[in-house]
Structures are given as C-alpha cells and as structure tokens.
C-alpha cells in the first residue's frame, strides 16, 4: 500500500518493482491506465520534487510522490541554442534531452511536433535568422536513441549528407561511444549475437538466448555487435562504456541485460534481474561520443558530451553511498 504523509505519497517497500502508473492507479482510486499514463506524461506526477512523465518507470520504493491534478500540463519547448553543437550545410550535430523520442514512429502516442527531429528544426532555423543565412529547416533522420537515452545524434541537412551518413553506418565506420550505468559488478566484453523481433518470451532479444538455437537463424535475424570496457566500480552498479560496432534497436540494453548486467532505469530488460533494483529517474544510458566522416569535406569529424545533470547525479550517489 501507498502511505500518505501530509500532501506527498510514500512509495514502500512492497511497492517496490511497479511501474509508475500502477502507483498512480492505486493513489487514485478509479483511475483508467490510460488516464493514469496521461497523468504522467502532462507532467502532473512529480516524483521526488520533479516531473515524472514515464508511465513505465519502475519504482524502486521509498519514492515521494505528489498528484498536482489541477496544475497546466508541460508543453515541449524548442531545443535551445546551445544543444546545437555543430551546425553546417550539411550536417547539424544535436544533443538529445532523455524523454524525447528522436523521429516519430507509425503508430506513435507523441505527436510529430514531440520529438527531436522537429524541435531542432527550430534551433536550426533560429540559428540561420542570428547567422544572417537562408533559413533552412530541413533536417533528415541518419540515426535514432532510444527516447530515455540522452547524448549526441546527428541530422543531415540533404539528400547527399544524409546518403554518405547512412552509408557509414552501414560500414560500420561511425564512432558510437555509449556511457552505461549497469547494476551488479560487470566485466569487459565482447557481446556477438544475432538479435531478433521476439527472442521466445515476446522482448526483442538474442537469438538462442532462452532456449537453443538449432538449425537456422530466422530470415529478420541481425547481427549485433557491441564492445563493452569497464570504467569504475561503484556500490552495486558499473560504469561501463560501450562501442556499438552496428546499431540495432536496443541493442546496449539487450547486450547488457543478457549479460547479467541490464542498466539502472531498465523498465524492459530486467526480468531476470535478481538483485536489489537501484533507483534512478531514467535509462542510465548516454551517448557520448559521436564521429564520422564529414560528407562533403572528407574530413574525420568528432564530438563528445559529458553526461547530463540526472545521469551524474545517479553516478555520485553510486560514488558516495551513504552509510547505514
């Protein structure tokens, strides 16, 4: 059960594990599951004094969490200026906030206008007007994060760039460099599997991972290929980085979480997680380095974000644990 204190709800221990909107639900009596995930995505679910707007964010107990029923609902507002780190005619380098989709996807719930893609448009535009150039919004998708991945992606701004991008990843020459916080006491890795729709419990995964893999590997197999070095220790988790040598959908989240080590903030991936579930406000997942060829100079190009304020905080809790 949910306790309440004053205006806040108390998370216990029971709780532990649920995802937010089942808290909701039970907080408010009555309440449907889509109203309770509308609930949290219009930012009126504050958890620990911020806005919580994943309905599948897994609690971890002890939590504080306020319903501000009446108060106006978050509007996205356009990436700033200095999210922009490298703006040319050809290609625009951006850093992406976790929360947000990077395109939109068929069959999506966020609209077009909440996403990456076209609130950089935006700074992009803004960005022209103060360079005193021809506006020119036009941004095309080369890459995707997950929507609780935060760090760096890059749009092309023409057909061509985006032709010679997509022909680099497709070679496998882009430089992808993930940080991850992962639970439990991680290795160094080399992590090769062929990753399927449904790995035969319905989550996308390894093929073989469950149960054998005999004869051969379906027609939507792909091969998966990520490098994994530790960094540092901390209490109960690693930080880890991770050079994708593909890129397939959630394939860091997989890899890890198949390996014995699926990253704080995981809602999908941690099933077969058995030890004590770390709390944090998001994927622990950031992409922070990004290179590449330039498409019309030829020249090798790169950029690095650090982490942003949630994901260090997670880190120097994890650094600086507090003593019973």
Avoid at 94 to 102: H, I, S, Y
Avoid at 110 to 129: G, H
């Amino acid at each position: 059960m949910i306790a309440a204190v004053a205006d806040v709800l108390l998370v216990t221990a029971e709780q532990a594990g649920e995802t937010l909107a089942a808290v909701v639900r039970e907080a408010a009596p009555g309440t449907s599951w889509s109203r309770a995930r509308e609930l949290c995505r219009s930012g009126r679910v504050w958890l620990d004094g911020e806005p919580a707007t994943d309905p599948a964010r897994r609690l971890a107990g002890g939590e504080r969490i306020e319903l501000r029923l009446d108060a106006p609902a978050l509007r996205r507002e356009a990436v700033p200026l200095d999210a922009v780190l490298h703006l040319d005619a050809d290609v625009a380098v951006v850093r992406k906030p976790a929360g947000l989709l990077t395109v939109p996807f068929a069959g999506g719930e966020r609209s077009e206008r909440e996403t990456l893609l076209s609130l950089a448009r935006v700074a992009v535009r803004r960005l022209d007007t103060i360079r005193g150039q021809e506006p020119n919004p036009s941004l095309r998708a080369v890459q995707r994060l997950d929507k609780d991945t935060s760090g760096l992606v890059v749009f092309a701004r023409n057909v061509r760039a985006q032709r010679r991008l997509q022909e680099q990843l497709g070679e496998h020459s882009v430089t992808r460099r993930y940080l991850a916080v992962v639970h439990g006491a991680a290795a160094d890795a080399v992590c090769d599997s062929l990753l399927v729709p449904d790995r035969g419990d319905g989550l996308r995964g390894s093929w073989g991972f469950l149960r054998s893999a005999q004869g051969e590997p379906p027609p939507e197999a792909r091969n998966a290929i990520t490098f994994v070095t530790v960094l540092e220790r901390l209490a109960g988790a690693t930080l880890v980085a991770c050079e994708l040598e593909t890129g397939r959908q959630h394939q860091i989240r997989i890899h890890l979480a198949e390996g014995g080590h699926p990253v704080v903030g995981e809602t999908v991936y941690i099933r077969d997680w058995r030890g004590p579930l770390i709390p944090a406000p998001r994927l622990m997942l950031h992409a922070a380095v990004l290179g590449f060829v330039h498409p019309r100079t030829g020249r090798q190009v790169r950029w690095e974000d650090p982490p942003p304020a949630d994901f260090a905080a997670v880190l120097d809790r994890l650094r600086h644990p507090v003593q019973p």
